[in-house]
Structures are given as C-alpha cells and as structure tokens.
C-alpha cells in the first residue's frame, strides 16, 4: 500500500472558500511535501516540511505536520479557480532518496 | 532555465511495438526519475538513478521495461514488447540530491497508448 494517502479523493468548493487535505502516512519520515498538478501536465512542488517542523507558510498555503499521529494537512486560504488541480502528498524516508507519492485529492473550485 | 525536457510528448503504438521514452534533467541535477501515472494505480516509481547509477529498479514492473542513463544528461526508458496495459502517462523526473528526500522537479510526461 502506498505510504502516503490523501483525503478526501475528491474536493468542491466556491472560490474564495479555504480547502483543507488531508494526508497520512505509515513509517517515520525525513519530511513531507506536497505537489500540485494540473490536467494533463507535470507534477509542481509546492512546499516542504521537515519532520522536526510542525508548521509552515508560503503564500496562501499553510501545512502542518503531526509525526505522533503520522499525518499532515494542507491548507490553501481564499482560493481561485486556477488552484483546480490534483494535490499529492510525498513522503521522504529516512534512508532513502526517493519519494513515495499519495493518491491525491482533485481539488476543484469553482467561480 | 530549461525545465526537464521529456520526448515524445504522445505516443501511439500496437501491441508488441518497441517504445522508448526520452528525458533530459535540468542540468545539474544528479538523480533522475521515472514515474509512471495511471487513473487506476496512481503514481508510481519505476526506477531512480544517482549519478548515472541505477539505484533502485525495484518498480520496473516487468523485464520487458529497462532503463539507462549513459550519461548525466539523458536517460531512456525502453518497453520492448509493449502491451495495452502499459499505457499510461510516464514521467520523468530530476532533482539535486546530496541528501535525503530533496525536492523533485518534473517533466511534462509522454502520453503512451499501447494499441
């Protein structure tokens, strides 16, 4: 099973609304980042946060993470509708390199 | 600066076809991936090179995949014979890595369609 899995899979909101996601994870992790990605292209890097980190800010966007119950959350505050796009989670292991990728959520926001 | 550069961007082909995928990762950059996307399995490391070195092949779903980096400017991703259930959206990705879990920057990905 994959290490991180976001929630919901599927999220509608009005522009200007906050949307919030939800991600958990299983094994100990060097940090956590979330990427975006719109239809049809690459995935983009939006944010990293460190295992000894609980909070971070970039813009409209807020991610808190909670290592004792292996979860993170992203916040994205007074949205448009150009924020429409998959939102993955991706977990970095402690020994290794590379990045384990959530499911996503299909963040939607409608004008 | 150039992003990461992946070729084709669409690929159709018939069943039983050799396919190749190309990528250049932003220059610099000393690990490179490639990922393979579909609706059903989500996102999924095939293999990840460091250095030009295969570190991990342990996603390369079959001996019909193989993958090389001659050099630290391109890497192929060859399926020979493809099949239907190959098709997917296959990305390549690149970072700086002198440490663990550094930041990923991403290709457009090539579109494949195995007939």
């Known amino acids: 099973s994959q290490q991180g899995e976001e929630d919901p899979q599927a999220l509608s909101i009005q522009e200007g609304e906050n949307a919030t996601m939800n991600c958990s994870y299983k094994?100990?992790?060097?940090?956590l980042q979330w990427y975006r990605q719109n239809s049809g292209r690459g995935l983009v890097h939006l944010i990293l946060i460190r295992s000894n980190e609980r909070e971070k800010h970039s813009g409209r966007l807020r991610v808190t993470l909670d290592t004792s119950k292996k979860s993170s959350s992203l916040l994205i505050t007074a949205s448009r509708a150009a924020d429409t796009a998959s939102y993955f989670c991706a977990t970095a292991l402690r020994a290794a390199r590379q990045l384990t990728f959530g499911s996503g959520t299909q963040l939607t926001v409608l004008p | 600066d150039a992003g990461v550069i992946q070729s084709p961007r669409h690929e159709v082909t018939e069943m039983g076809q050799e396919v190749t995928l190309r990528c250049k990762p932003i220059s610099g950059h000393n690990s490179l991936f490639w990922y393979r996307q579909t609706m059903m399995r989500g996102l999924e490391l095939l293999i990840y090179f460091n250095n030009n070195v295969p570190i991990d092949d342990s996603g390369m779903p079959e001996d019909r995949f193989s993958a090389k980096m001659p050099n630290a400017s391109f890497s192929t991703l060859k399926i020979q014979p493809s099949e239907p259930r190959d098709s997917a959206v296959y990305f390549c990705?690149?970072?700086?890595?002198?440490?663990?879990?550094?930041?990923?920057?991403f290709g457009p990905g090539t579109r494949l369609t195995v007939l």
């Open positions: 094994t100990s992790i060097n940090n």
């Open positions: 990705a690149s970072s700086l890595s002198n440490r663990t879990g550094v930041v990923q920057f």
